[in-house]
């Protein structure tokens, strides 16, 4: 398992599972957080996990900031022909990604082995 923690009070941590990566959030993906979280994001697409599973049931404040990381990791494993599943959030995180219009581009699933499943029954 790999981690970072920040000054901004994020931490991200990931384990890599059957070519799978859980990445894992904890704490405010903000204006002050998101810059880390796009490096972190970047870190584990560009080590080779292209298919992410993105825990953000202790997320408990996404801003507009923090939905731009969310998009930035999205355009990242898309464009290395993989996919991203978000799963566990809060009720209100997920409402904002699926008033965002993000539910149309990636999946959200209600636990990390639905987000898991989701990205073997696309990918293999």
């Given at each position: 398992m790999a981690s970072a923690g920040?000054?901004?009070g994020l931490k991200l941590t990931h384990t890599?599972?059957?070519?799978i990566a859980l990445v894992q959030l904890r704490g405010h993906l903000d204006g002050n957080s998101?810059?880390?979280a796009e490096t972190y994001f970047k870190m584990v697409v560009t080590s080779g996990s292209t298919r992410v599973?993105?825990?953000l049931?202790?997320?408990d404040f996404i801003s507009s900031a923090g939905l731009r990381a969310v998009i930035s990791?999205?355009?990242l494993v898309k464009g290395n022909h993989g996919g991203l599943a978000v799963c566990a959030s809060q009720p209100h995180v997920t409402q904002?990604?699926?008033f965002s219009g993000l539910k149309t581009l990636l999946s959200i699933a209600p636990t990390v082995d639905e987000g898991r499943a989701a990205?073997?029954?696309r990918f293999g």
């Open positions: 920040n000054a901004t890599i599972d059957n070519m998101h810059i880390a599973v993105l825990d049931a202790q997320v990791l999205l355009k904002l990604l699926e990205l073997v029954a």
